[in-house]
């Protein structure tokens, strides 16, 4: 990734207003959004193919829960950071989030400025960072 390139991201929420939401503000950022998807099964099947940098995941789909999505995108997408953004952060078994590759949680109720923060974090310190491929 060079410097003018902003970090492609994957949303994954059930709900559309908050995808908006969050697709709004991050590209008001400077985050590029290359794509959106309604559940678990729709994330796995969508980071496949667009191979993001970042996946954030709500906890609470349908189909395939975002932890369970974790678990398949570790695998399909290794690269890609995931972070968990959700009203039910007291859910996600810290010690177990890792192991299926969860990088990251934080609380809607902390708000999408916090998202970023996490994600800038992420960004600037992870050895794990492998930016996907040139866009």
Not at 94 to 100: D, F, K, T
Request: contains cysteine; glycine residues 6%; proline residues 6%.
């Amino acid at each position: 990734m060079n410097e003018t390139m902003s970090p492609s991201i994957l949303l994954a929420d059930d709900n559309w207003s908050v995808r908006k939401a969050m697709r709004t503000y991050l590209e008001l950022t400077g985050f590029e959004i290359c794509g959106e998807a309604a559940d678990g099964i729709d994330a796995v099947a969508k980071a496949t193919v667009l191979k993001p940098d970042f996946v954030i995941l709500d906890l609470a789909m349908p189909g395939m829960n975002g932890f369970d999505a974790a678990r398949k995108l570790h695998e399909t997408v290794p690269g890609a950071h995931l972070v968990v953004f959700t009203l039910y952060k007291d859910l996600v078994a810290r010690p177990e989030a890792p192991q299926v590759g969860i990088d990251a949680v934080v609380s809607k109720a902390d708000g999408i400025t916090a998202l970023v923060e996490k994600m800038t974090s992420l960004m600037n310190s992870s050895a794990k960072w492998t930016p996907g491929p040139e866009r």
